[in-house]
């Protein structure tokens, strides 16, 4: 594989992680022993890259460093890249204050956005400066052009956070790291709540963001990882001469496509065409109600939305519409956004809606408030990245929408073959192998020749349809 040998840098660092047990932290440091020291004492650190616009031939690179404010990215189809493409805007840091006495200032954090790329074209890169030092040279493969027959593969992880379990995780998405072409991670990433007071479980600390950076570069330097915000980015401390910006943190660090989507809250919502696919990134802890800018950028971004060239329409959110676990149930985030946009969901027609929040897995059948309906919108929840909170125990009784659950940690993957079959695997973290739990074909209804509706998909359990991989040309 293409850079099979990036994987091991910042391993060294990884030690550092707060919620790791002694025996982990142990091993790591056995593994760690021949890691590749920093070309300089300046050289970038928690590399990670995102698609730069909206139509997948632009990817942003962002690090950190702690005192050089300038900065390029070195990148072409070879290991010795030839082009160079400058910083635009010099690195900033950010100050945070929390109300129990963290005086936090992060590293400069760097954004440059490398434009002109060719789809489906690997590409190596570096980044850094000749006097403070590079990265490593990492590796990506740009998505296929936007498009009814192109096929794309999507990790899905949601509430990842940073401790064994998390680590496990990361590990079951590297297996096929060049098989997937990006990862959404659903809200709840570092689990740094900074605006919450430090307990003997619960280190809630800035300092959580740079150890977080670190453990995911060695994935997230080679493929791109979209995200959005969940509750644990909102980190509002509101106590006198605190912070009082709310995803302050988030919203330095990450720099997704937003412009290219007509957004204008930043990296707070947005939207992209990957593939066959529409991908709609929405904010559960913001204003979601008719008047909100949230709610009539969505308008217009579904309108804008041509199925004839995006046949597939994803949404995502942090918190769950439909759950039918004990654990955040029926929030306010949650009714509340669903009696906003559910009808909008229904009126242009939404296949697909993941989210996470709830510890635990559940795959719902196709439901519109609240009744199982052929056609409507099917939700999956995927919260059970690893966090520190542990797995979500405990459901009601299944409701007839509810198809499949299990409180459990791991990930999902989502493969649109084409524009109207998908395959979706929900990888299951059991001992040091991803068990795939749940496996199905998600068709549009419109393929259908027996469908008696033209509108979102039907479910057929793997096992049902004999023979069929995901690389089954239909």
């Not at 707060?18 to 070309?39: E, N, S």
């Not at 300089?40 to 690090?63: F, K, R, Y």
């Amino acid at each position: 594989r293409p850079h099979d040998h990036f994987f091991l840098s910042t391993c060294e660092t990884m030690l550092r992680f707060h919620d790791l047990a002694v025996g982990t932290a142990c091993a790591l440091a056995i593994m760690c022993v021949a890691a590749v020291p920093a070309t300089a004492s300046d050289a970038p650190t928690q590399v990670h890259i995102n698609l730069g616009n909206n139509e997948g031939t632009s990817m942003t690179v962002s690090w950190i460093t702690q005192k050089e404010t300038e900065g390029v990215v070195n990148i072409g189809k070879t290991e010795q890249p030839t082009r160079y493409v400058p910083q635009q805007t010099a690195a900033a840091s950010y100050s945070y204050h929390n109300g129990y006495g963290e005086y936090y200032t992060s590293g400069l954090i760097h954004h440059v956005t490398v434009n002109q790329l060719e789809s489906d074209t690997w590409y190596y890169y570096s980044c850094g400066t000749n006097t403070s030092g590079f990265s490593d040279v990492f590796s990506f493969k740009t998505p296929p052009a936007v498009g009814p027959t192109s096929a794309i593969s999507l990790n899905l992880i949601g509430d990842l956070g940073q401790t064994v379990n998390s680590t496990a995780t990361l590990d079951h998405v590297k297996i096929d790291v060049d098989e997937v072409h990006m990862t959404l991670l659903i809200g709840d990433l570092s689990y740094a709540d900074a605006q919450k007071k430090t307990s003997a479980t619960r280190n809630c600390t800035q300092r959580r963001w740079d150890s977080w950076g670190e453990l995911v570069q060695p994935i997230f330097a080679n493929q791109p990882l979209m995200v959005l915000p969940g509750n644990h980015e909102i980190e509002l401390s509101s106590q006198h001469k605190a912070t009082k910006t709310p995803f302050l943190a988030y919203n330095s660090r990450f720099k997704m496509p937003f412009e290219t989507s007509g957004a204008t809250h930043q990296s707070l919502y947005y939207s992209f065409n990957v593939g066959p696919a529409h991908i709609v990134m929405l904010n559960s802890y913001m204003d979601f109600n008719a008047t909100s800018d949230q709610y009539k950028w969505l308008v217009q971004d579904l309108k804008r939305v041509d199925r004839s060239v995006t046949p597939w329409l994803i949404c995502n959110m942090h918190a769950p519409w439909y759950n039918s676990d004990v654990n955040h149930h029926n929030e306010p985030e949650e009714m509340g956004m669903r009696a906003a946009m559910e009808p909008l969901f229904k009126q242009y027609d939404v296949d697909l809606v993941f989210s996470g929040h709830v510890h635990a897995y559940e795959r719902m059948y196709p439901v519109y408030n609240n009744v199982t309906t052929p056609g409507a919108t099917t939700y999956i929840n995927i919260g059970d990245g690893g966090n520190r909170e542990g797995p979500a125990f405990g459901y009601f009784e299944q409701p007839s929408w509810s198809a499949f659950r299990e409180p459990a940690f791991g990930h999902g993957r989502l493969d649109l073959v084409n524009g109207t079959h998908a395959h979706f695997t929900w990888h299951k973290n059991l001992n040091t192998e991803p068990t795939i739990s749940d496996d199905v074909w998600l068709i549009h209804n419109s393929a259908r020749e027996d469908s008696d509706v033209n509108t979102g998909v039907f479910h057929v359990a793997a096992r049902e349809l004999d023979g069929f991989a995901p690389s089954h040309k239909f």
